[in-house]
């Protein structure tokens, strides 16, 4: 999982809850575009398949932090600043770990994937609409396998994907690193023209966009998500990530 450097700040307003399923969905006029060429539907899982008010990476952060005390012999507030230098150097932190430490990968992945997973409630509503997008359907995080196999087992929607590729797949080489992306592709024969890509970081759909994917931002109020949130490289975007899959499967339904 990435570490985040920020939590979500608050839940949903109210206002937003309020809107309904109608205002949901919104296309960026110019950009918008069509979903029946997609066979492959490609999620991150964290803040995508469960909502950011969850706050799990709140966890997974101090987690972090704990281990860089730990294995580094740093105080608290050395240790956060290395933690959040290396995040913005490298993408993760665990990749500044790697390569400057020697840190291993499967320790730390185990390590501060510890966490409670209570904040994340099962979602049928999620499972049903995912079983009626038609493709496949695959989980791409920058977390680990088990981590992603824990919350989907929450969630309950397992048997809705084919596949996970996770940051030991991309050899460390975490989203929004192209090379990552490119070996999703070859990994899952995947013709980048024919996928879409389902995300709430803003800035890991631009390489996704690049490759020819179709790309759906999950919108969220958390202050990491701000950077790069409007351009080309956002075709959809929703605040709720059921609503969107409910029309899309409407939308794909009433032209075949
Ligand atoms: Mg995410």
Same mark, same amino acid.
């Given at each position: 999982m990435t570490p985040a450097d920020k939590s979500a700040k608050?839940?949903? +307003?109210a206002q937003n809850l309020a809107a309904g399923a109608a205002a949901i969905v919104v296309t960026p006029p110019g950009i918008a575009r069509g979903l029946?060429?997609?066979?492959t539907w490609i999620f991150d899982l964290d803040n995508t398949l469960y909502p950011a008010r969850c706050r799990l990476f709140d966890q997974v952060d101090r987690l972090i932090g704990r281990y860089i005390e730990t294995q580094l012999g740093l105080d608290a507030v050395a240790a956060r600043a290395l933690q959040k230098r290396y995040f913005r150097e490298h993408g993760t932190t665990l990749s500044g770990l790697m390569r400057?430490?020697?840190?291993d990968p499967h320790k730390f992945l185990a390590f501060v994937h510890e966490i409670d997973l209570t904040p994340v409630e099962p979602s049928p509503s999620l499972a049903a609409g995912l079983a009626r997008l038609p493709g496949r359907r695959l989980i791409y995080t920058n977390g680990s396998v088990a981590h992603a196999e824990r919350v989907m087992e929450k969630l309950g929607v397992? +048997?809705?994907?084919e596949g996970i590729f996770d940051i030991v797949a991309g050899e460390f080489r975490?989203?929004?690193?192209?090379e990552s992306y490119r070996r999703l592709i070859e990994r899952f024969r995947i013709d980048p023209k024919r996928a879409a890509l389902i995300e709430?970081?803003?800035?890991?759909?631009i390489p996704a966009a690049e490759l020819g994917m179709t790309t759906v931002l999950i919108a969220t109020d958390s202050e990491w998500a701000n950077e790069e949130a409007e351009g080309a490289h956002v075709h959809h975007r929703t605040e709720d990530l059921v609503a969107w899959i409910e029309a899309a499967v409407a939308s794909l339904a009433a032209r075949r």
């Open positions: 608050r839940a949903p +307003s029946d060429h997609i066979d400057h430490h020697g840190v397992r +048997s809705a994907f975490p989203k929004p690193e192209i709430d970081l803003p800035k890991n759909l």
